[in-house]
């Protein structure tokens, strides 16, 4: 629903259920996210595991050297 206030602005006010769906796919995408990232450090563990060199696991994770070099000295 959209008002009109006194000095001409227009405020667009959402319904409990549009507020509630925008809320819930906001969840969603942030658990994609997290869920996505989860996988790629997962792959950059084993990659070091297999003592694969960081440069070809920043090209396949798209991870940065710093992020790398951080996962590899929690595995210690």
């Keep these: 629903m959209l008002t009109l206030t006194k000095d001409g602005v227009v405020i667009n006010h959402l319904s409990y259920e549009e507020d509630e769906e925008k809320i819930r796919r906001s969840e969603i995408h942030e658990a994609r996210d997290e869920g996505i990232a ?7 563990i ?3 595991k297999d003592n694969m060199p960081i440069n070809v696991i ?3 994770t798209s991870l940065t050297k710093k992020a790398i070099e951080k996962l590899k000295k929690n595995l210690k």
């Design 46 to 48: 084993n990659m070091l």
């Design 38 to 44: 989860e996988g790629i450090n997962k792959t950059a």
């Design 58 to 60: 920043m090209k396949y």
